[in-house]
């Protein structure tokens, strides 16, 4: 699964105290095999889970393409430079009810 983050450029330079914070995290998904169909994803702000979302597949790309968007509290971003990660959510064959796996990062989007 590839993952793209939208304007990746809004978390290099972030005052959690100021007028604008990069709260709606948005992006976009690909499936390399198989359908995206229910995915949930989880979103961590500097390596901390804030949020999960499921994805929105097109009709168009049957299932194998989607976006997503995650609202996450002010104050997960910390001044200056954040990483933004996206993580699959999955079921558990162990004791654990889920567990992540990273996703790996398409090309990143202008912004």
């Known amino acids: 699964m590839l993952t ?3 304007r990746p450029r809004l978390y290099e330079a ?3 105290s100021g007028p604008f914070v990069p709260a709606l995290i ?3 998904v690909r499936c390399l095999a198989g359908s995206l169909d229910r995915q949930v994803l989880a979103v961590a702000v500097n390596g901390t889970v804030q949020a999960t979302t499921r994805v929105m ?3 168009s790309t049957n299932g194998s393409e989607g976006t997503w968007s995650a ?3 002010p104050e997960a971003f910390r001044p200056g430079s954040n990483e933004i990660t996206v993580y699959q959510v999955e079921a558990s064959d162990g ?3 889920f567990v ?3 996703t790996e990062p398409a090309e990143e989007s202008g912004g």
């Open 4 to 6: 793209r983050v939208e």
């Open 14 to 16: 972030v005052d959690p």
């Open 26 to 28: 948005t992006g976009s």
């Open 57 to 59: 597949s097109g009709e």
């Open 71 to 73: 609202m996450v509290r």
């Open 95 to 97: 004791e654990a009810p």
């Open 100 to 102: 992540l796996r990273r």
